[in-house]
């Protein structure tokens, strides 16, 4: 009896140390960032580490959903997600207001992308970087000119077309096309979207989300619906790709960082945000992932050929055209449930 | 020395993180926000549940799933009943070919499916090149009902198999020699002793693949391109999108009751199934 007890306890701490020995180091030395899936240039995290002496724990999540629920169990320093959970992050409490004494490199941020509708004074969040929704295309194999929704419900294109498996976006560019807001509640037009989607469905391949961009690439598609980063590295890949945002408006989305009321060292989560608006940071950040540069100088920086190009850097007046998502349970149970019945029809 | 002390491990260890994570889905499920905000008790989500929507998504769940599993039973029958037989030279090998692929990652497994038969996957592109299909044409194996049922039985084949084989090979031989002495022809000693006497190893090979076929939502996700939704789908987007844990606790305990009450309708499963689980 007393082998098997001391045996389950030598057991017990073996776990107990596996669990906790990654804790044992000074968390005002620590930052604990939380990011997007491949959303940050190579080796920035390294040089923040080199330049303030921090050491950076770094995780990334495949969804702003994913991260809401993580972030109910783990403490982290920094978060960078979405505006529309920027949003429900500061309704809910969550996140602390910022000292800007500690974040000077804000005066960099563009001001287009200041007081957005999630953060109006500013107080709890930086813009990170933004992107918007559009269509990747094959030019050698699509040879209308691709200025609108449209394209993607002609039936010459049969089996070649991805859309979204992200309800919000797939609904918002079908609302768009059909001249509504992205955030309607409004049953007709709701009702308008899901015939329009209905109507679409046969002509689609399929419904993924970071897929898009290498079937596009691979020829397996000819046109999808992809985020304006993702479009930037395709076309990088394949000379015939482009991006077009649809002419009457499409869903642009800022990502910002927010340091979360449980962070444990918040001077350097704010040194983190400060360094990721250094303009040289921050122009590594967009060439490399190809998402919007937010911070003025950073974007002189960029090369030419991303800070030119019309797809990834659009001009103002389409941006004043276009909406971001705003989002709450209650929108989002609503979209679903149609969606679920766009779904179960085939 | 008390022998229950042996299980206690065990029983720790379901507690946490069997019986609890249960417990929890259970009180979700079993509840629906109040106008306030706060949970209470309520049958709201299972009334929602009912609706041809949702009955619609289970349906065809249940459907692909026991389509699968005929066709794993019709598969895996044979071959356990081949590699279970006394004089097949190179068993080991066999066991290895079947054993091998479970060493992989499902999603793995799966995603790899992709780059075969995609309509630019390389079988396309190989029949492409020997000329049997035109320069633009393909072959769309994916994207469908079909692409989603052979991943199934691609993935949960050797479910069926080894509780087969496990049974088959522990059967008695004197028994189906004395069969024989007594005059049955090879049909009559399959259909008298061998496969009575391995139904309990199909009991445990039907459970073990029904099972995660019908509540899978990574292969339907991934080779129809989200084409062809089963309620393992539209649970996960409940919790991701929707946000709503009651509505996707719920549509979880449709699911298990669902799956206990096809399990009950196989006769005296439990009982005969000894020895039949060997994983």
């Avoid at chain 1, 045996?7 to 604990?32: E, Q, Y």
């Avoid at chain 1, 804000?106 to 709890?124: C, G, H």
């Avoid at chain 1, 989002?327 to 969606?339: A, F, P, R, V």
């Avoid at chain 2, 020395?1 to 979700?28: G, T």
Wanted: glycine fraction near 6%; aromatic fraction near 12%; hydrophobic fraction near 45%.
């Amino acid at each position: 009896m007393r082998k098997i007890v001391s045996l389950l306890l030598a057991f017990m701490l073996l776990i107990c140390t596996l669990i906790f020995s990654g804790c044992n180091t000074d968390p005002s030395k620590v930052v604990r960032v939380f990011n997007a899936s491949e959303y940050i240039g190579e080796d920035v995290i390294k040089q923040f580490e080199k330049e303030t002496g921090y050491k950076v724990v770094y995780s990334e999540f495949a969804s702003n959903e994913d991260m809401y629920t993580k972030i109910k169990t783990t403490p982290y320093d920094v978060l960078i997600p979405s505006d529309y959970m920027v949003d429900r992050l500061i309704r809910e409490d969550l996140v602390q207001p910022l000292d800007f004494n500690n974040i000077p490199n804000y005066k960099y941020v563009d001001e287009t992308f200041k007081s957005p509708y999630y953060d109006p004074d500013n107080t709890y969040s930086v813009p990170y970087m933004w992107s918007t929704v559009g269509i990747l295309y094959d030019s050698a194999k699509v040879t209308e000119e691709v200025n609108d929704m449209s394209i993607m419900w002609n039936d010459k294109y049969k089996g070649k077309i991805f859309m979204l498996d992200s309800v919000r976006d797939t609904f918002g560019m079908t609302l768009k096309k059909l001249g509504y807001s992205v955030n309607t509640t409004d049953d007709t037009e709701l009702d308008e979207a899901k015939s329009e989607l209905l109507v679409q469905r046969p002509l689609i391949l399929g419904y993924v989300t970071d897929e898009v961009k290498d079937k596009i690439i691979s020829g397996e598609g000819y046109m999808g619906l992809v985020y304006s980063g993702e479009a930037g590295k395709a076309m990088a890949e394949k000379d015939t790709l482009r991006y077009a945002i649809p002419e009457n408006g499409t869903i642009y989305c800022v990502d910002a960082m927010v340091i979360p009321k449980k962070a444990q060292n918040k001077t350097g989560a704010e040194s983190f945000i400060n360094f990721m608006h250094k303009p040289e940071i921050a122009a590594q950040n967009s060439e490399e992932t190809y998402y919007g540069c937010t911070n003025t100088e950073g974007l002189k920086l960029l090369p030419d050929a991303i800070k030119n190009n019309k797809g990834l850097y659009p001009d103002v007046d389409i941006l004043e055209k276009s909406e971001m998502l705003k989002s709450d349970d209650k929108i989002n149970q609503k979209y679903l449930e149609i969606w679920n019945q766009i779904m179960a029809a085939n | 020395m008390n022998r229950r002390w042996y299980s206690a491990p065990y029983i720790v260890w379901s507690l946490i993180f069997v019986v609890v994570p249960l417990l929890v889905v259970a009180y979700y499920g079993l509840t629906a926000q109040s106008a306030d905000g706060s949970l209470e008790f309520s049958l709201e989500n299972f009334k929602r549940f009912f609706t041809p929507l949702y009955l619609g998504v289970l349906w065809r769940s249940a459907l692909y799933a026991a389509i699968s599993t005929v066709i794993c039973l019709l598969l895996g029958y044979p071959a356990a009943m081949i590699l279970a037989s006394k004089d097949l030279k190179h068993k080991s090998v066999m066991m290895f070919l079947i054993v091998i692929p479970m060493w992989m990652n499902l999603l793995l497994r799966t995603y790899s499916w992709l780059t075969l038969l995609e309509n630019q996957g390389l079988i396309n592109q190989f029949l492409r090149f020997i000329g049997v299909l035109g320069k633009e044409q393909s072959i769309q194996f994916l994207y469908s009902e079909g692409a989603v049922i052979f991943g199934m039985v691609y993935n949960f084949l050797p479910f069926m198999i080894l509780p087969i084989y496990s049974v088959m090979s522990k059967m008695d031989y004197s028994i189906i020699n004395a069969a024989e002495d007594l005059g049955a022809n090879k049909f009559n000693v399959f259909k008298k002793v061998t496969f009575p006497l391995s139904i309990p190893g199909i009991y445990s090979g039907i459970t073990m693949v029904f099972v995660p076929a019908i509540t899978t939502f990574a292969i339907s996700s991934i080779l129809s391109g989200n084409n062809v939704n089963l309620l393992g789908n539209v649970i996960e987007k409940q919790f991701l999108v929707g946000n709503d844990w009651n509505f996707g606790s719920t549509m979880s305990l449709v699911l298990m009751i669902f799956i206990l009450l096809s399990l009950v309708i196989m006769p005296d499963s439990e009982k005969e199934s000894q020895g039949g689980m060997i994983i």
